[in-house]
């Protein structure tokens, strides 16, 4: 019996994911991960390799579609504004299944930054609001793009995204 109670107190002493803390660094470290992604589906694109599973690569190490919900308003998305599927996220960064998908993450770019934002980070959770500017192939012209993402831990640690929204700034009507 104390051979038992002695191994139930050393694993209550095992610090677990659901105790872990997000830092702001592990945010940034997220962030340039998603750039360099996006980045990376593009020049598969463009070197004509299989840029659809550069994409899937992208969505399974970054999105959290396979352990939770994950709210997703594409930038460029108006007719059907949310990407509730894994399927739907791989259509809008690479064309597929939603019809009006015509691959953003194809476009292509080749630079991706993160501009001014502000971070939350509580516990197991953050979030993440600002701006992120894109460059698109042969051009040194950037869009600005705003965005809100939302982190949470998977049982490894590692930041997953469970929120996503991003859209073009808002213009007046003139």
Known sequence: MKKILALVAAAMM???????HITEAQVLEAQA??????????????DKGDYKKAAE???????????SEVLFKPTLASSDQFRETKEEALSYFVGGIVPEDKGFAIKPWTKVRWGEQQIIVHGG?????????FTPDG????????????YMLDK?????????????????AE
């Not at 051009?139 to 939302?150: A, D, P």
């Open 125 to 133: 959770e953050a979030i993440a609001m600002g701006n992120y500017f």
């Open 33 to 46: 991960k998603w750039s360099a992604g996006i980045e990376h589906i593009s020049k598969v694109f463009m």
């Open 14 to 20: 095992i610090p677990t994911i659901a105790h872990a």
């Open 156 to 172: 490894h640690g590692k930041l997953r995204i469970n929120a996503h929204h991003s859209s073009l700034p808002f213009t007046p």
């Open 139 to 150: 051009s040194n012209e950037e869009t600005k793009v705003e965005f809100t993402f939302g």
């Open 57 to 67: 690569e992208h969505i399974d190490t970054l999105y959290a579609y396979d352990i």
